[in-house]
């Protein structure tokens, strides 16, 4: 079975500064990885996914993250927030199956302040 | 942009009745998902369905769930007879079929359950 770990369930951070939101996974077998946003009052979107390839990944509106394999780590990056990124943030796994069924991680409210 | 829509955005219902959300997925898509979140919990898959039938299903997706793509537009979830603990935002999400495409969301439905 597979499990996803976003330790801070809140983040806060002054805008332009930059920011991490982790995530660590566990999984007996090799997973794909996203990240997925939640602005208020809408649904999720992607971010970001890790298929295979270059570890470091670039998504939308500047957010990078990179894939560790050694720490089953797939941390979010952003070298300079806004105050439009304020949302909630999941990273979530997927294995190769006839689905492709989404795992959740708990999600880690992201709140810039000016 | 092509979206997925959720109807309606909040449904209050009593103990017992019968509930039936609504989904429209991005047309061309070929499978579905239902997810639900409990407030303050993780976003959890619910059931996935491709060609007319469900691919996998969770521990959660017990008998009194269905799911059913009527027209070959709209795709509903029905709860038999609600529960309290019922009571989540619904997502519904699509993906085209290419290998592991990209999960699009819809903006929930909040099922209120009392």
């Known amino acids: 079975a597979q499990s996803v770990t976003q330790l801070d369930s809140q983040v806060p951070v002054f805008e332009e500064a930059p920011v991490e939101l982790r995530c660590n996974y566990s999984?007996?077998?090799?997973?794909?990885l996203f990240w997925y946003v939640q602005y208020p009052n809408q649904g999720l979107q992607l971010l970001l996914k890790?298929?295979?390839?270059?570890?470091l990944v670039k998504g939308i509106n500047g957010f990078e993250a990179e894939f560790n394999k050694s720490q089953t780590s797939f941390h979010l990056r952003k070298p300079s927030v806004h105050i439009s990124d304020t949302a909630e943030y999941f990273c979530?796994?997927?294995?190769?199956?006839?689905?492709?069924?989404?795992?959740f991680g708990s999600g880690t409210r992201l709140l810039v302040r000016p | 942009e092509p979206e997925v829509t959720q109807t309606p955005s909040h449904q209050v219902t009593q103990m017992g009745q019968e509930v039936i959300l609504r989904c429209v997925p991005i047309?061309?898509?070929?499978?579905f998902y239902w997810y639900r979140q409990i407030l303050g919990q993780k976003v959890e898959f619910l059931v996935s369905?491709?060609?007319?039938?469900?691919?996998?299903k969770s521990e959660i997706f017990d008998d009194q769930f269905s799911v059913e793509r009527p027209d070959g537009s709209n795709f509903t979830l029905k709860i038999r007879s609600t529960k309290l603990e019922d009571s989540a935002m619904y997502f519904c999400?699509?993906?085209?079929?290419?290998?592991?495409?990209?999960?699009?969301f819809g903006p929930g439905t909040r099922l209120t359950v009392l």
């Open positions: 047309s061309n898509h070929l499978y």
């Open positions: 999984s007996s077998v090799s997973v794909y």
């Open positions: 890790y298929l295979s390839g270059s570890t």
């Open positions: 999400a699509s993906r085209a079929g290419q290998f592991l495409g990209t999960q699009y």
């Open positions: 979530a796994v997927s294995r190769m199956d006839s689905s492709y069924k989404l795992i």
């Open positions: 369905f491709y060609n007319n039938e469900i691919s996998e």
